[in-house]
């Protein structure tokens, strides 16, 4: 399994310099780069570099790092011809897919750049790190990390390093390998309903309210607004800086409920089974009014937390088809649309069985998690006549 741990780095004013410059030419390289790939029809990594590699070389990049820029081009365009082909940019046509067709991808000047073994060398002990810059080999850079993100470095650390800049301040983002744990056969499963006014419900017990999280929003899209529609540079600026601190606020929330819903089903011996919203945003239909609610709830990060916790606690997980969760009955089976009396209320009309919706919802999921655990398990191959 792969994480990414974060280290901040500590350069001294001159050493700061160096890796600004150097973030900066690497970005501007990868752009000169990305428009000679958008004028050849964006070809494969290796023809790329017999078109490029020469000129990056005559602009101070070092063999490595002349490769990087290519890859990392390259990359770029590999994700968003994915997004494309995902509909993430819209329909063919639409406005938004076709300006993201029509011009070659650009790089920000503080873009992150990789940096693998030959160019990037840590020293754990000294805390402190060996990095390749235009301006010649920087040594004894240090760097600032939890011990915990320390261990996970000097244990697990693989591939590549990113160089990124936030706000003048550069960090080192390090891919870790960390070994799976074997997945431990589940005693049942717990059952967990995402939404908007509980974050999510569990067939265990417990909610997460969503009654904070969505003041906090709407008090952020109120400033937003103010902000918006004063449109001065210091406005621009704080509106930057309040967007990454509603992001981290609302990450933060998200890992403590991931851990919760780990830590339960851990302890209990059980799997977890999480509903497959993939694509709900484009079908769902909504009222105006409340489509900000829905396309603000990242629901997403919450079940990949969620995921990347089970694995590295050997606790089974799986996706379960969320259709008719909210209107069947967990008592008796009954499916009516009926049955939800309210957002929160449901009742079946058929045994009468009266319940809260979203924990009934998360009962359903549970046992649906059963199943697709089951079926997985069961063999496939015809048997022998």
Partial sequence: MKLVTQVKLLPE?????ALR???RTVNEAANWVSGVAFEQGVPREYELRKHTYAELKARGLGAQAAQDVIKKTRDAYTTLKANIKAGNYGKPGSK???????????????AAQPFDDRCLSWQYDAGAV???TVAGRLK????????????MLREHRKGESDLIERDGVFYLVAVCDIPEPELHEPDGFVGVDLGIVNLATTSTGYRAAGRGLNRHR??????????QAKGTQSAKRLLKKRSRKEARHTADINHIVSKTIVTTAERTGHGIALEDLTGIRSRVRLRKD?????????????????EYKAKRAGVPLVYVDPAYTSQQCSECGHIDRRNRRSQATFACRACGFLANADDNASHNIARKGVTVWTAGRESR???IP
């Fill in 13 to 17: 004013a001159d050493q700061a310099a």
């Fill in 21 to 23: 410059s150097t973030l």
């Fill in 96 to 110: 938004r897919r076709t300006k993201a067709e029509s011009k070659p991808i650009s790089f920000r000047p503080q």
């Fill in 130 to 132: 060996s990095i390749w």
């Fill in 140 to 151: 004894n850079v240090r760097f600032a990390c939890s011990p915990d993100a320390l261990k």
């Fill in 218 to 227: 709407a008090r952020q899209i109120e400033l937003r607004r103010k902000l």
């Fill in 290 to 306: 409340q489509r900000t609610s829905l396309h603000s709830w990242v629901f997403a990060q919450l079940a990949a937390f969620t």
């Fill in 381 to 383: 191959v015809p048997a």
